[in-house]
């Protein structure tokens, strides 16, 4: 009897390993994927620079906001000191190897891009100065 109680108990503590399943602390990654858009979303703050110019550059807050899970409207970039204010730009984001890509969905000249946390946006204004906007997301 005390064997067949020990092989009962053998067999359900097999079944039950079997049948536990863990979580991944990298399940928000996977969601990120299918996503993209929940990866910019967000208020960035940064400087504002041209080409070139080695000082710290200007203050530049840049906003983007969630259309779809592949698309975010800039909603806002504003840098007070070179009166740039540019608002509800589309733009489609593709993702490789944790590089996403910003890609205009107008004819202005814009992209971004983004990495590790960093936000980087080139664009040309009317007069066609090159600006060049890094940040990082504010929390």
């Given at each position: 009897m005390e064997k067949i109680k020990y092989m009962f108990m053998a067999v359900l503590v097999a079944l039950v390993s079997m049948t536990v399943t863990s979580c991944s602390d990298d399940d928000d990654d996977v969601s990120q994927q299918k996503n993209p858009s929940s990866v910019i979303v967000g208020t960035y703050a940064g400087t504002l620079r041209q080409p070139g110019d080695n000082t710290d550059g200007s203050?530049?807050?840049?906003?983007?906001?969630?259309?779809?899970?592949?698309?975010?409207?800039?909603?806002?970039?504003?840098?007070?000191?070179?009166?740039?204010?540019?608002?509800?730009?589309?733009?489609?984001?593709?993702?490789?190897?944790?590089?996403?890509?910003?890609?205009?969905?107008?004819?202005?000249?814009?992209?971004?891009?983004?990495?590790?946390?960093?936000?980087?946006?080139?664009?040309?204004?009317?007069?066609?100065?090159?600006?060049?906007?890094?940040?990082?997301?504010?929390?």
């Open positions: 203050p530049c807050y840049v906003a983007f906001e969630r259309l779809s899970n592949t698309t975010v409207m800039l909603t806002r970039f504003i840098c007070e000191k070179y009166g740039i204010d540019i608002k509800n730009v589309n733009f489609t984001i593709s993702e490789s190897n944790g590089i996403y890509k910003l890609n205009p969905e107008s004819n202005l000249v814009v992209d971004g891009m983004y990495i590790n946390g960093v936000l980087t946006m080139t664009f040309q204004t009317e007069g066609d100065d090159t600006w060049i906007f890094n940040g990082k997301k504010e929390k």
